[in-house]
C-alpha cells in the first residue's frame, strides 16, 4: 500500500466540515482591517494567537473578528476562504460562524453578506460553502432560540445548521437551556451538530445527543473514556468531526496520545478537519499529509473520510451524490 503524498492529496476533491471562520483569517487580511481600523495589533502576527489558553485564544478572535465593521469587509473574509479552500482542493465545506465574535456586526448583516459573496465564491472558485450559525456557550436559551428563528425567517439557502461552541470548561454543561433552540432548529430542517467532548468530558457528548439531538459532533473524542458511549456513537451512526492538530495543540501532548486510532478501531465514522487552520497555520491538505504519514493512510483510505463527510453533510440527496462521484471518479483517473 501507498501512503498518500501531499500531492495526490491537494489533488483529490475533498470536504471539510469542521472549521471556523474566525480562525481563517489570513495575516494580510488581519493587517488589512486593522490598518483600517487605525488599530495597532496586540502582538506581532506571527504570535497572535496563544492556543495554550482557549479563555485567551476566544478573546483574540473576539478582537480579530470586531475588525470587521460592514458587510464589505465581511465579503473580503468570505472571498479570502473562498479562495484559500480553492487552494486545497475543497469542494464542499459547511463553515461555522459564531455572530458573537463579530461584534461590530449585527447577524443579520454578517450572515447575508457572507452567502452572496459564496454565491460568488461557488462560481469563480467551484467551491460550495455552507454556513452553520453556532451559539456562544455562555449565551441564554432567549439568545439562541432568537438566532434559530432568525435562520428560519431569513431565507438564506446556504443556511444548511445550527452549532454551538465555546469552552466547555469554563460554560459548563449547556444541553438543557438550549434544548429548545436546538428542537426549533430540527422542526424546521436545519441540520444539527455541537462541539462536545473536547475540553469537557464524555458528559458532554451525552448532553448533545441526549439533549440536543444531534446527527454528528464535533470533536468528540472524548467518548473514547466510557465504552458504552463509544458503543453508542456506532450503533446510532453518529459522525465525529475530529481536528488532531487542533487537539494536539491543546487537549493531548502528541499525536501518539490521542485516542483516534482507538476511535477508529471501534468503529466510530469520523471526517477529518483542521478547525482553525491560519491559527495552527495548517491547511486541510497538510493535515491530511500529516495523517497519512502518521498513520500509513493511503490515497483510498483518505478518499473514505471524505465519504464520511458526504454521508454526514447538511445537505440534498443530488449534491452528496455528486460529490460522491467527484471523489470516486478522481481515485479512478
Sequence with gaps: MTIATESAIRALPKLEMHIHLEGTFDPALVQQLADARGVALPRPLDDLYDLSDISAFLRTLDWVCS???????????AENFGRRCQQQGIVYTEVIINPTHWAALPYSELLPALAETFDAVETTYGVDVRLLPSILRQQSAAEAEALVRWMGESGIARIAGLSVDGNETAAGPTGERFARAYA????????????AGESAGPDGVRDALDLLGVSRIDHGVRAIEEPTLTRRLVDEDITLNVCLRSNCSILYPTLEAHPFPRLLEAGVKMTLNTDDPVVLKTDLSEELAWIAGHFGFSLEDIAGFQHHAVDSAFCDSATKQALRERIDAALAG
Excluded at 426549533?184 to 436545519?190: D, K, T
Design 184 to 195: 426549533m432548529a430540527r422542526e424546521l430542517g436545519f441540520g444539527v451538530t455541537a462541539h
Design 67 to 77: 475588525l470587521v465593521a460592514s458587510a464589505e469587509e465581511a465579503r473580503l473574509v
